[in-house]
């Protein structure tokens, strides 16, 4: 019975049947107590099957809503990675140019500049690889729309650095920014910009974007009080220019005559190629162009937008100089003080960077309406006095300050006085008497009738003892007197005393901030502190920043004009002399009164410009410092 009643039973429930359940007794007793024991059998069997009831080890279930939102994201960024590779499916359908290639073959290195051809990803100006169908590596310079110009000098030099990389690694082997003249280099994988932007290689703006740009360029420029920065750029050309070379003011020097020297440069290699010539001012520290010089000539064309505007590298269409970017415009035409200046290939780059330099003097360097009149008075007084008794005019140019010879034994001092006088002296008797015999009374008459012209950027040389002219028995003056760079002693001797402050305290003394003069030359500090001694305290510390946040105040730029055109002046009647100009070469204004004299007192043995720094044998260009 036991064995076939369980046969009976389904094997799905764990519950007795109904038929195998006694009947219960309707007595309330007999009930209660049927129910109780009856109720115990008929009670499921624990499963092992079912959780248990209590959370295991002391967790807390999960809740239901969290379970929920868990669902709802999964489903959600389904959803979006799905609408995500449908949209770069069309697009990528659609242009097929625009995606990136893929350079598996390069290093690792290279992937950083792999943007794929999209501009409009890039926050900064930087070398990129194009995306070229054909597969072949190509590379251009993107420079963001939304960046100014001019960018910062320092930033153009990363541009060229990390181009200069970028291209070795495509052309290994082929170092296309160092080998030879760099001017004659060209960059196989590079693109010009619009030449990427015609081949699809980059995408290219609207022309509502194009004409966006055109008159954002314009809304800075005429916040700087120009129509455009570059100063002979006319806004209504109709004709962009095919090339163009656009020459940065802005240098990290105080000083001006670096600047000076690679506009030159820049203006002559221009010409050369064929560019049409640019000058940007907009943030020179010497404020603007006009105010030294009269403007440059004036192409026949127009300037592109600011991103086609390149520094690097040299065959870029329109290309971007700054004193940052001199090794990679110049190239082997810096020299080193160190290599061998004697060789034929050296001399022939001396020549060339000469030539260039020459072109620009000749076009550029004149000097504004007021200096130029005093110049041309300046030099009709010799005519009447100096020249009238057949006497000579010989420069003397001594540069102190910060700027000290390449001579080791004067390297930190600076050159002696005698050294000038002697070199001065030997050009006068090489003219009066080059036989070295016994003077003549012509002779004797033309040495006294001789002026020495002395300029400095120290005031205390024009009245050292050492250039007394009861001394030399010769004549010598300051080469302008128009505008000069006065000492403390000066300064004090000008200025009357201040009246005492009334006080009821005795002890009390109001502080009254010294006068600073030029004793000793020109230093960066003293410059960049003009009209703001903070910023000179900051330049003296080493935490003067690149460009500053503010731009100088009036009073600022009227000192460092002064400055800047008592330069000029100086530079302009030395280099006139008749009789030869002293310098050495270390300084800038030296090698420019070389270029002022001409290639024929530079080379010449018995030339009329003397170079009294033993530290580098004849002219030098820009030379790259040790």
């Known amino acids: 019975m036991i064995h076939s009643s369980r046969q009976a039973r389904p094997t799905s429930t764990l519950r007795r049947t109904a038929s195998a359940t006694p009947s219960f007794n309707t007595d309330a007793a007999t009930f209660s107590k049927q ?49 995500t590779t449908l949209y770069c499916l069309i697009r990528a359908i659609r242009s097929p140019s625009e995606s990136s290639t893929s350079l598996t073959y390069l290093s690792l290195n290279v992937d950083q500049y792999n943007i794929g051809g999209r501009e409009s990803v890039l926050q900064d100006a930087a070398p990129i690889l194009l995306a070229d169908p054909s597969k072949e590596p190509k590379w251009t310079v993107a420079i963001p729309r939304h960046a100014s110009f001019p960018l910062k000098p320092s930033e153009y030099a ?4 990390q181009s200069e ?18 001017e004659s280099q060209v960059a196989t994988n590079f693109v010009d910009v619009q030449e990427a932007h015609d081949q699809g290689l980059l995408t290219s703006p609207s022309v509502a974007e194009a004409y966006l740009d055109r008159v954002h360029d314009e809304s800075r420029a005429g916040a700087r009080g ?33 600047t000076l020297l690679g506009l030159w440069m820049a203006y002559g290699l221009a010409r050369d190629e064929e560019r049409a010539f640019f000058v940007d001012d907009s943030n020179w520290a010497y404020g603007k162009y006009v105010s030294f010089f009269k403007p440059p000539p004036v192409p026949p064309c127009r300037l592109p937008p600011a991103t086609q505007r390149l520094p690097c590298p040299h065959q870029t269409r329109h290309l971007v100089v700054s004193t940052s970017t001199f090794q990679w415009v110049f190239g082997d035409l810096i020299e080193h003080r160190s290599q061998d200046r004697d060789s034929h290939k050296a001399a022939i780059r001396k020549h060339r960077a000469f030539s260039l330099a020459r072109a620009g003097h000749d076009a550029l360097f004149h000097l504004a309406t007021s200096d130029a009149d005093y110049l041309s008075n300046r030099l009709a007084e010799f005519t009447s006095t100096t020249y009238a008794q057949d006497g000579l ?9 910060d700027r000290h010879p390449w ?22 008797m090489h003219h009066f008497n080059p036989e070295n015999t016994t003077l003549t009374h012509s002779a004797a008459t033309g040495i006294a009738a001789s002026t020495f012209l002395l300029a400095s950027d120290d005031p205390e040389i024009y009245t050292s003892p050492d ?40 002890a009390f003394i109001k502080f009254v901030e010294p006068n600073t003069g030029w004793e000793g030359g020109f230093f960066a500090s003293i410059f960049w502190g003009l009209g703001n001694a903070a910023e000179g305290l900051r330049f003296a510390r080493g935490e003067r920043s690149e460009r500053a946040t503010t731009p100088p105040n009036e009073e600022t730029l009227r000192l460092r004009e002064y400055v800047g055109r008592a330069y000029l002046l100086e530079l302009k009647v030395a280099g006139a002399a ?29 030339g009329r410009w003397k170079n009294v720094d033993r530290g580098y044998t004849g002219w030098a260009g820009l030379v790259e410092e040790d």
């Open 158 to 161: 990363n541009i060229c650095a």
């Open 578 to 606: 008749s009789g030869g100009v002293v310098c050495g070469v270390s300084s800038f204004g030296c090698r420019i009164l070389g270029v002022m004299r001409g290639w024929s007192d530079v080379a010449e043995e018995n």
């Open 467 to 506: 250039f007394s002219s009861a001394q030399l028995y010769v004549n010598v003056q300051r080469a302008q007197s128009q505008i000069l760079l006065a000492s403390k002693a000066t300064l004090d001797a000008a200025l009357p005393e201040p009246a005492p402050t009334p006080t009821t305290d005795p």
């Open 226 to 258: 120009e129509k455009e920065t570059r100063l002979q750029d006319k806004s209504l050309a109709p004709e962009v220019c095919e090339k163009s070379l656009t020459f940065l003011m802005e240098s990290a020097d105080a000083g001006m005559g670096k």
């Open 393 to 401: 005019t010989i420069g003397l140019h001594l540069r102190r300050g």
């Open 165 to 182: 990389r970028l291209a070795k690694q495509l052309s290994p082997g082929h170092t296309h920014f160092h080998a030879g003249s760099r």
């Open 407 to 428: 001579e080791p034994q004067y390297s930190d001092s600076y050159i002696p006085p005698a050294t000038y006088l002697a070199a001065a002296q030997s050009l006068l």
């Open 35 to 83: 129910f109780a024991f009856q109720h115990l059998l008929d009670s499921p069997l624990p499963s092992p099957a079912l959780p248990s009831i209590l959370p295991r080890h002391g967790k807390k279930p999960t809740p239901r809503l969290l379970k929920k939102a868990f669902r709802v994201c999964v489903r959600l960024s389904t959803w979006l990675l799905g609408a």
